[in-house]
C-alpha cells in the first residue's frame, strides 16, 4: 500500500507529501526528545549550523 494510499485509509484527507511527513516527524521528535544532536542524527544532518536553521525555520512555519 503506498503513503497516500495509507493516509486515506486512516482517515486523513489533508493533501499529505514526503516533506509535510519529515516536518510532523521532526517536530515531535524535537518535543519528545528534546535533544538537538539526537534529532540532528535522526534527521540525517550532517551539520548543527544546518540543523539549527532548520530547527528555526520548523519553527516558523504553522500546519
Known sequence: MSYKNNCRHS????????HVARHTFA???????????????????TSLAVHQQYLSDLRQEEF
Open 27 to 45: 517536530k515531535m521528535a524535537i518535543d519528545k526528545i528534546n535533544n538537538p544532536m539526537i534529532t540532528m542524527e535522526l534527521l540525517g544532518h
Open 11 to 18: 482517515g486523513i484527507n489533508k493533501p499529505l507529501s514526503s
